[in-house]
Every structure is written in C-alpha cells, then in structure tokens.
C-alpha cells in the first residue's frame, strides 16, 4: 500500500512539475466561497436573532466578506482568461518563460491570502483560514471552522443567559 500511494503522489509531482502554469483554479476557489463558504455563516447568523444589536458588526462584517468575495470572483475570471490566453500563445513560442513565471507568482500569491502566518488564536499550527479545523468538533469538517466556534461560542452563551434569566 505505502508503495502505491508513493508512486501516486510521485506520478502528482511529476505531472506539476511538467506543467508550465500550476494546476490551481482561481474561479472554482471564488465560487466555493461564494456559494459554499458564506451561506452557512449566514445561516448560524440567524439562528442569533435575538441579538441584533450584538451582531450588527458581524452582519456588517459579512456583507463586506460576500462584497469582496463577489469581487474577488468577477477578477477570477478575468484572471483565468488571461490564463486561457497565454496557455493558447504557449504553441506558438514554447521559450516565453516570463509569463507562466509571473501567473505562477500570482496563483501561489492567491492562496498565501488564505494563510495567516501567526495561526489562528489559541492554535498556532493551525494557519490556513479556510481549512482550519474546528477546535471544538474535529470530526466534523467545517470550513472557516474558526468562525463557525465564535457564533456557536455566541449562541451557547445566549442560550444559557437566558436559562438564569428564567
């Protein structure tokens, strides 16, 4: 088994390696966060309706993640029609290294936005923002788990504030 898998990941570096642009989609990234990454934020949002002068900032805050990501989609297409475009002019002068060189930079650029070299609070080794593992339930895979912690945090606070309320 430890063979196979060597030789798969092998075959993987290989293939990278023989490619002039990395293998990486900008605009699938965009859209995951979009319309994969952001609805459920918004749905554990709501589940805090009761505290809508708290979570002004936070709404806000998610306005301005949807905006920016919304934005961030319409320059990834644009990024992967440039793309489109160098890889078509590739046949026609294989020695143009320049190209691939800064479209490279820039695909390994996109992702470091996503990497928070101190890490996330109380978790250092845990950088990567959208990938994170939740602190709280590591056997669930949550993107952005981070944030899903603080509003569950919210929540479970409202919650028992209301039980010595009552």
């Known amino acids: 088994v430890h063979e196979a898998v060597g030789k798969y990941w092998a ?23 979009v319309h994969i990454y952001i609805p459920p934020i918004k749905q554990s949002l709501k589940k805090l309706k009761y505290y809508e002068e708290i979570l002004c900032d936070a709404k806000q805050q998610l306005n301005y993640l949807f905006n920016v990501s919304m934005e961030f ?11 489109r475009h160098t890889l078509a002019n590739h046949v026609i002068n294989l020695y143009d290294v320049k190209n691939f060189s800064w479209i490279n930079d820039r695909l390994v650029g996109i992702e470091r936005c996503f990497i928070n070299p101190r890490g996330i609070p109380e978790e250092p080794t845990k950088r990567h923002l959208l990938f994170s593992v939740s602190n709280k339930n590591k056997y669930r895979f949550t993107t952005m788990g981070t944030i899903h912690d603080a509003v569950r945090f919210t929540f479970v606070l409202s919650i028992n504030k209301l039980h010595l309320e009552v």
């Open 11 to 33: 075959a993987i570096v290989c293939k990278f390696a023989d490619l002039p642009i990395l293998p990486l989609n900008i605009t699938d990234l965009a859209l995951s966060i």
């Open 73 to 83: 989609l319409e320059y990834a297409k644009k990024f992967e029609n440039i793309i």
